[in-house]
């Protein structure tokens, strides 16, 4: 649905392949539209403060995933320059 919505043919594609296709657009709308691949402002000595502030955070249980905060960590490393 979401491969659909992004202007994405998925006529003969499987399930799989229309979530590729989904994650591809995404990616494309990203940096079409010059959002950064890294946030330049984080520390790597703040990954760990970071991570537990937003598993408190409210929003945090309306997530579509379920995560640990070694997820989270994670998350925040692909995005810290200096990780």
Known sequence: EVAVAMG???AGMSADEAADAAI???K???ADVNIPHVCEAMRADE???LAKDAMADACFPGNPR???LDDVIELFKKICPDA
Request: glycine share 0%.
């Open 8 to 10: 994405v043919d998925t």
């Open 66 to 68: 379920e995560a640990t």
């Open 28 to 30: 494309q709308l990203s």
């Open 47 to 49: 990954i760990e403060v």
């Open 24 to 26: 591809a657009a995404v």
